[in-house]
């Protein structure tokens, strides 16, 4: 492939991007503007015409999939030699390389996930926070070690950034203490430590940053609006004062700052280079004009937009789809049925995805999906290649390779091994069984590809170890459910975004004008991920015959276009009642002294909570064991099962029936239906042990 082959395809802003060989280089990429074959085709461009070496260019982005996909294509362009890494790999095979030579003895083990650390840390210093808060705790250690904040300067740190910590923030200075003394103990390092000790040993020992200086001469950073300060800091160290860089990012898409990442590197790229070359991508080649639409009015409503405004290049297509149903569980099953109506109409399921704010919605989908008879993946949860059923599909087909014939045919063989542990001629109804068929279908159907270019069995081993090492996961059929945050990076034919209300879209807990302007970049990331089909929908109560509080999103005004694109329905399908209809709940007092309850706690309890109370401890205890166990299963936090002070409240209420249980403020149907059945059969079950003893 000769040089100019490599610019051919490219749009005018593309291929200026391509022709500027040498740093310093900011690109400001729009959703959908081509950004990767924009920069893929600048490190082929330059390697072909002879102006950088193959093994002197270092392509960083974040995460492994997205590293994979760009080896991949700069494989297709004849440039195989260039090291595409995430930060942490990158860091980490270099800290490996040279620890025995400067340190001495064995590198130091990496460890995955703090948690374990962490619950030895709290066991230390004699704190027992729950599951939900060791998590909360553990991000808020991440976000300190990615803004090189030390233990005990966390507190004064999190205050001035206005973080609410889980746990008071002197609790969190003493876990995050303990948790960095036992990990310098047990000679372990997390991803942050990799990075910080990577960048010690280049400015420590300068044989070893002239080493790698010499072997990376050429960078590229991807997504650079993700970048913090520690990883700012390594790749200054990289780059030694040199300005060979070209950074890639959309400053619209900046979503993760609550981890430490800034914007700020990328939009002050050209105060920190002067002589910085700046394109714009702004040609959406991924969405219709009536996306782009959409998008472009969403972020121009910014408090600060920064100005990139996209330009589609696809034909019309249909308009977005704004639509408010009486509760949650209608905008479920509402958008279910247009899911399925998608389906029907021949959009595969796997072009389908259902987005929303917080992992916890996602139960409401994953029912009606069921119950409409739809597939559905959960993203977000297990990675494809670390599913059960692929692992042990991978080692039966790898112990397979090991022993076949040459004239084994792929196909059947890859089908009959896979047969043995659940593939069926015809798909499971739905849920974790059917989620099982669609991971072994979906290695069944890449067999038959690469079959079809005349692969062999050891062929498809190894082209599935590559993936792995990749996570370059074969399409599975199913519509997607994930987070907002999770869909970040992806794109589908048609994209439902759920739950856009005032409270949940900005969440309840952005207060700031910052954190609420990062909500609607959101939003933003949302709407493009769609390229053709988007609807929008909201709830105006939570539950059936509940209250109808909630109000459509502030980011929607002026959006929603109520005289056409926008549809009413109401829980039952059917149309709705008047706007200004509203539930009033009557006073609650208390069951002990007869006071009015105000706090919504004291509520759920039915007293006061200074007024006595006799329950069941056993009881209760019986249902913390049971709601820990529903939990685990439905991959849900606790909390979203019940509340401590719901428990509390079936302790003391010890309630026989159904109707019981629903005077019990808050639960309703939806919770009654879920759990109602194993929440009576437990109380039963201590009311017996009480008339036995």
């Given at each position: 492939m000769?040089?100019?082959d490599?610019?051919?395809g490219l ?6 991007v391509?022709e500027a060989v040498?740093g310093?280089?900011c690109?400001l990429a ?11 085709h600048r490190?082929?461009?330059a ?9 002197s260019?270092?392509a ?5 999939r997205?590293?994979?996909e760009?080896?991949?294509r700069l494989?297709?362009l004849?440039?195989p ?5 995430t930060f942490?790999?990158?860091?980490l095979?270099?800290?490996t390389?040279f620890w025995p030579?400067v340190?001495g ?8 996930s703090?948690m ?6 709290c ?7 729950d ?11 991440e976000?300190?070690k990615?803004?090189q904040i030390?233990p005990?300067d966390y ?8 973080r609410?910590?889980p746990?008071p923030a002197?609790?969190v200075?003493r ?8 990990r ?5 390092v997390?991803f942050e430590?990799i ?7 280049m400015t ?9 200086r ?5 960078f590229?950073?991807?997504e650079y609006?993700d970048v913090n300060?520690?990883?700012?800091l390594?790749?200054d ?6 300005d060979?860089?070209?950074?890639v990012?959309d ?5 993760y700052?609550?981890t430490g ?7 002050g790229?050209s105060?920190?280079?002067p002589?910085a070359?700046v394109?714009k991508?702004i040609r959406?080649?991924?969405s219709?004009?009536q996306?782009v ?5 969403v972020?121009d409503?910014?408090?600060t937009p ?5 330009v589609a ?6 308009e977005p789809v704004f639509?408010?149903y ?6 479920a ?6 899911v399925k ?6 959009v595969p399921t796997r072009e389908i995805?259902?987005?929303?704010r917080?992992?916890?919605?996602s139960e409401?989908y994953e029912q009606?999906?069921?119950k ?12 494809f ?7 042990q599909?991978v080692?039966l087909l790898?112990?397979?390779a ?6 084994d045919?792929l196909v059947s063989?890859?089908r009959h091994i896979l047969a043995g ?5 015809e ?9 099982k068929w ?5 290695l069944?159907?890449l067999?038959e ?16 170890e590559?993936r792995?090492g990749?996570q370059?996961a074969p399409?599975?059929?199913g519509v997607?459910l994930a987070?907002?945050h999770?869909?970040k990076g ?5 994209v ?5 209300t005032?409270?949940m ?9 910052d954190?609420?302007?990062e909500?609607?970049r959101l939003?933003y990331v949302?709407?493009?991920r769609?390229?053709a089909?988007?609807?929008l929908?909201w709830?105006l109560?939570?539950?059936?015959g509940?209250?109808r509080?909630r109000k459509?999103?502030?980011f ?5 276009g ?9 829980s039952s399908g059917s149309?709705?009642?008047p706007?200004d209809?509203?539930t009033?709940a009557?006073?609650v007092?208390?069951?002990v002294?007869?006071k009015?309850?105000?706090a919504a706690a ?5 007293r006061c909570?200074t007024?006595?109370a006799?329950?069941d ?6 249902l913390k064991?049971?709601r820990t166990?529903v939990?685990?299963?439905?991959k849900?936090p ?7 002070v719901?428990l509390?409240a079936?302790?003391?209420r ?9 005077a019990?403020t ?6 009654l239906?879920?759990?109602g059945?194993?929440?009576?059969a437990?109380?039963?079950?201590a009311?017996?042990k009480?008339?036995?003893?």
């Amino acid at each position: 492939m000769a040089p100019d082959d490599v610019l051919a395809g490219l749009d005018p802003e593309q291929r200026e991007v391509a022709e500027a060989v040498r740093g310093p280089v900011c690109v400001l990429a729009g959703a959908g503007t081509g950004k990767t074959r924009a920069i893929t085709h600048r490190i082929a461009h330059a390697v072909r015409s002879g102006m950088v070496d193959a093994q002197s260019v270092l392509a960083v982005t974040f995460t492994t999939r997205a590293a994979g996909e760009l080896r991949q294509r700069l494989r297709q362009l004849g440039t195989p030699g260039v090291q595409a890494r995430t930060f942490h790999a990158a860091a980490l095979r270099q800290l490996t390389y040279f620890w025995p030579r400067v340190i001495g003895g064995e590198p130091p083990k990496v460890i995955e996930s703090k948690m374990p650390l962490l619950v030895d840390a709290c066991r230390l210093v004699r704190k027992n926070p729950d599951r939900s808060e060791l998590r909360d705790i553990a991000s808020e250690i991440e976000w300190a070690k990615a803004t090189q904040i030390g233990p005990e300067d966390y507190a004064e740190a999190a205050r001035k950034a206005g973080r609410t910590p889980p746990v008071p923030a002197e609790e969190v200075f003493r876990l995050y203490d303990a948790y960095e003394r036992l990990r310098r103990d047990r000679h372990l390092v997390d991803f942050e430590t990799i990075l910080e000790l990577t960048a010690a040993v280049m400015t420590e020992h300068r044989e070893v940053a002239a080493q790698i200086r010499q072997q990376y001469r050429y960078f590229v950073v991807d997504e650079y609006q993700d970048v913090n300060p520690l990883q700012k800091l390594l790749l200054d160290t990289w780059l030694g004062g040199r300005d060979d860089l070209c950074v890639v990012g959309d400053p619209n898409q900046t979503i993760y700052s609550f981890t430490g990442a800034t914007s700020h590197y990328l939009t002050g790229f050209s105060v920190e280079y002067p002589n910085a070359a700046v394109i714009k991508l702004i040609r959406d080649y991924r969405s219709t004009p009536q996306v782009v639409s959409l998008a472009n009015r969403v972020i121009d409503r910014a408090r600060t937009p920064h100005r990139l405004a996209l330009v589609a290049q696809r034909p019309d297509g249909p308009e977005p789809v704004f639509t408010e149903y009486d509760d949650e569980s209608a905008e479920a099953d509402g958008v279910a049925r247009a899911v399925k109506k998608l389906a029907e109409s021949g959009v595969p399921t796997r072009e389908i995805a259902v987005l929303f704010r917080v992992n916890a919605q996602s139960e409401a989908y994953e029912q009606a999906l069921t119950k409409a008879g739809v597939p559905y993946l959960i993203r977000g949860a297990d990675r494809f290649f670390e599913r059960p059923e692929v692992r042990q599909a991978v080692v039966l087909l790898r112990g397979a390779a090991r022993s076949a014939a040459d004239d084994d045919e792929l196909v059947s063989t890859v089908r009959h091994i896979l047969a043995g542990i659940g593939l069926t001629p015809e798909a499971p109804g739905g849920g974790k069984a059917r989620e099982k068929w669609e991971s072994l279908k979906a290695l069944a159907d890449l067999a038959e590809d690469l079959a079809a270019e005349g692969a062999d069995l050891v062929a498809f081993v190894t082209e599935l170890e590559r993936r792995a090492g990749e996570q370059h996961a074969p399409p599975v059929e199913g519509v997607t459910l994930a987070s907002l945050h999770a869909a970040k990076g992806l794109e589908w034919d048609a994209v439902f975004l759920t739950g856009v209300t005032d409270g949940m879209l900005p969440i309840i807990y952005a207060e700031t004008p910052d954190q609420i302007e990062e909500e609607r970049r959101l939003l933003y990331v949302g709407v493009t991920r769609a390229r053709a089909h988007l609807g929008l929908s909201w709830a105006l109560a939570r539950s059936p015959g509940g209250r109808r509080s909630r109000k459509p999103s502030r980011f929607l005004d002026g959006l929603t276009g109520r005289s056409g694109a926008s549809s009413r329905t109401s829980s039952s399908g059917s149309g709705a009642g008047p706007r200004d209809r509203r539930t009033v709940a009557a006073p609650v007092s208390c069951r002990v002294c007869s006071k009015t309850l105000v706090a919504a706690a004291e509520q759920k309890l039915g007293r006061c909570a200074t007024c006595p109370a006799d329950y069941d401890e056993a009881l209760l205890e019986s249902l913390k064991a049971w709601r820990t166990v529903v939990a685990k299963e439905t991959k849900v936090p606790t909390y979203v099962v019940f509340t401590d002070v719901t428990l509390q409240a079936i302790a003391e209420r010890a309630p026989a029936s159904e109707q019981d249980l629903l005077a019990i403020t808050g639960i309703g149907r939806v919770k009654l239906e879920r759990y109602g059945e194993a929440v009576l059969a437990l109380c039963r079950a201590a009311a017996a042990k009480t008339e036995d003893a």
